[in-house]
Each structure stands twice: as structure tokens, then as C-alpha cells.
């Protein structure tokens, strides 16, 4: 099982999200800043350096939101089973960068975020980031698509 996290930057009612132009299986999808969990790494760890090295600035005030799990049945389009650690925080430092390795950076109103090209689990997890209080996910992926989700409040 691969280990990851994804931060949800929040600033003036606006997201920072990455639109992806790396070449694998999230190319021209939006996605919140993350990456894989390194060993002997916690989440918030991860969290904060992963965010730095996509977008330059430093999260502040990192609550932990949600606890994903993406099996893998030999056909999951991520290569392998995995458990996701979401975050939210609400305050930063430092400079946005003006090149992302992973895309395009643009800050999105969270009101514009259901219209973004996401992976439908992504569609249905981002907005509960926002919502007061913590949750657990299942979302099951048969190639590209969502076969099940089972989310726990």
C-alpha cells in the first residue's frame, strides 16, 4: 500500500489547485497540491514539505480532514492500493512559485471547484474538506471510473 497526502489551501474563499500537465494518470485534471508519504515520514510532514515543493509557499494551521482508502483489484488507474491523508489549512507563508513541476497552479472559488475536470471520487470528497468535522472514504476504481464510494461521517 502507497502512502499520500493532498492539501487544500483556503485563502479569501479561493483554493490553490494544480491542473495537471504531467504526463501520467492525472494529466489535465485538478487536484489539490500533495504527494507520497516518505519513509519514516508523518502525514503533516509530507503535507508541508510537499506543498513547498509545488507551490513554493508553507501551509500554516494544517487540520487533518479525511483518511481515503483506494483499493486495488489489479485495474486501479493510480498502479497500486492507497491511503490518502487530506488537509485544510487557512493560512500560509512564503512566495507562490512561478513554475510548478506539476502543472499550473491558479487559486479557484470554492464555488467554481464542482466545475473543474477531477476524478469523480475528487468531485465527491473535495467539498466535504470544507464542512466542519472529520471523515473516512472508500472509492473503489475499475480503470478510470468510480465503481463504488462509501463515505463514513
Known amino acids: 500500500m502507497k502512502l499520500g497526502v493532498l492539501v487544500y489551501l483556503e485563502h479569501e474563499k479561493k483554493v490553490l489547485m494544480i491542473h495537471r500537465q504531467k504526463d501520467d494518470e492525472h494529466k489535465g485534471y485538478w487536484l489539490a497540491p500533495g504527494g507520497k508519504i ?7 510532514e509530507t503535507a508541508i514539505r510537499e506543498y513547498q515543493e509545488e507551490t513554493g509557499l508553507t501551509p500554516k494551521r494544517l487540520q487533518m480532514k479525511a483518511v481515503l ?3 486495488d ?4 488507474p493510480f498502479g497500486d492500493e492507497w491511503q490518502v491523508f487530506l488537509f ?4 500560509f507563508s512564503g512566495k507562490l512559485t512561478d513554475a510548478c513541476p506539476e502543472g499550473i497552479l491558479k487559486w479557484v472559488a470554492l464555488e467554481k471547484l464542482k466545475d473543474l475536470p477531477m ?4 468531485q465527491l470528497f473535495t467539498p466535504r474538506v470544507f464542512r466542519p468535522g472529520f471523515f473516512t472514504a472508500k ?13 463514513w461521517e
Open 38 to 44: 516518505e519513509k519514516n515520514e508523518a502525514p503533516q
Open 119 to 122: 476524478w469523480e471520487g475528487d
Open 139 to 151: 472509492l473503489l476504481y475499475r480503470g478510470n471510473r468510480l465503481e463504488q464510494s462509501i463515505f
Open 88 to 91: 485544510h489549512a487557512d493560512q
Open 73 to 76: 483489484f489489479g485495474d486501479s
Open 69 to 71: 482508502n483506494f483499493p
